[in-house]
Every structure is written in C-alpha cells, then in structure tokens.
C-alpha cells in the first residue's frame, strides 16, 4: 500500500479527518489574520501559525468532536424548536466559556508563556471574547440547526468557523508584540458584535 493510500485510509474515518479539519482550519484563520489584519507579508509568524494548527488538530477538535457526538447528540427532543433551543442554550452555555478558557491558557503556554501568563491572559479575554462568541455563535448555530441540511451542517460551521479562528488568532496575539491594526480590529469587531446582541 502505497503512503498516499495509506493517508487517504487514516483520514477517511471521522475522528483523524475532524483533527485535520480543525488544524487547517486554526492554520487558515491565523494566516487570515497575520496577513490580511495584520499585514505581516514576509515578517508572517510561522511558529504562531503552526501552534495554532496543533491547537486546532490536537486539542480543539477531539474536544469538540466528544462534546458533539457523545454529549449534545444525546439530546433528543419531541419538539423541533425546543431541541434546537436545548442544544444551543448547552453549546453555548457550558461548551463554548470552557473552550475559550482552554484556548487562551493553552495558547499562551504553546507561545512559551508561563502559568501565570496563561491564567492572567484568560482572565483579561475570556469574558469579551465569550460575549463576541454568543454574538456570533448563538445565531449561526440555531440557523445551522433550524435550516441547514444536516449533510452541510459541519461545512456550515467550518466556514462560519474560519472567520472566528481569525478572531481568535487576533485576541491571542494581543500583548504578545503584535499592536495596531490587529488590536483595533478586534476592538471593532467586539463592538459591533456587542451592537448586535
């Protein structure tokens, strides 16, 4: 068996295939954000942009993957409407503070930071990051769970996905060197998220 025919075997199956969405996908948001943002051009961060990768490959998306297929998955509802308000409201809830935590810690901890870095960065984020995060997230997943086809559901979320990890990436970057555009972008995004909720 040839070492592309083994590849494509691995990644076929759910779990290995999710991992490596998650890391392009935490990849592509950083290189969003350092180059289109932050207009980093030939300075782009490398060694950011690959520990966002393993973020997203190593940490995130089995996290994600067990959170949707052994725990909301469970919820079953009669009611279509209640279902969906059910999944969010626990999405939302008690996924989504945890991850953000978990982001920012582990993030920080990857960029060499030290335990004291990390809980002060979670600290300062968490709470304007998981405000922007209802902004955004509440309405996309009741629209992906009222209307999207459950076959385009995870494409849905992935694109909707690449924009947030973009944002992400941003928030990460703040007082770790990276200042202007980057940081006022943020701000600015935070704030018409906070307008809309």
């Given amino acids: 068996m040839s070492a592309f025919s083994r590849f494509i075997a691995a990644t076929s199956s759910t779990f290995p295939r999710q991992c490596l969405t998650g890391g392009v996908l935490f990849a592509t948001g950083d290189t969003i954000a350092q180059q289109l943002v932050e207009k980093r051009g030939s300075s782009h961060d490398i060694p950011r942009t690959l520990r966002l990768a393993l973020y997203g490959g190593c940490v995130f998306s089995p996290l ?3 959170w949707f297929s052994k725990g ?3 919820v079953q509802f009669a009611s279509k409407p209640l279902n969906i308000a059910t ?3 626990l999405d ?3 996924a989504s503070p945890c991850f953000i935590a978990l982001f920012f810690s582990v993030s920080t901890l990857m960029a060499g930071g030290t335990p004291q870095e990390a809980k002060k960065k979670v600290q300062d984020n ?3 990051t998981l405000k922007t995060a209802w902004g955004l997230w509440i309405p996309v997943q009741t629209i992906n769970m009222a209307l999207v086809p459950v076959s385009q559901r995870l494409l849905f979320v992935n694109v ?3 924009f947030w990890n973009t ?3 941003m928030k990460s970057a703040q007082n770790q060197g990276v200042k202007g555009k980057g940081e006022e972008s943020v701000e600015l995004t935070e704030t018409k998220v906070e307008k809309l909720a």
């Fill in 167 to 169: 944002f992400l990436s």
């Fill in 92 to 94: 939302q809830g008690i």
């Fill in 160 to 162: 909707v996905s690449i």
């Fill in 87 to 89: 999944k969010v409201a």
């Fill in 72 to 74: 909301l998955e469970r």
């Fill in 126 to 128: 968490w709470w304007p």
């Fill in 64 to 66: 994600a993957s067990l």
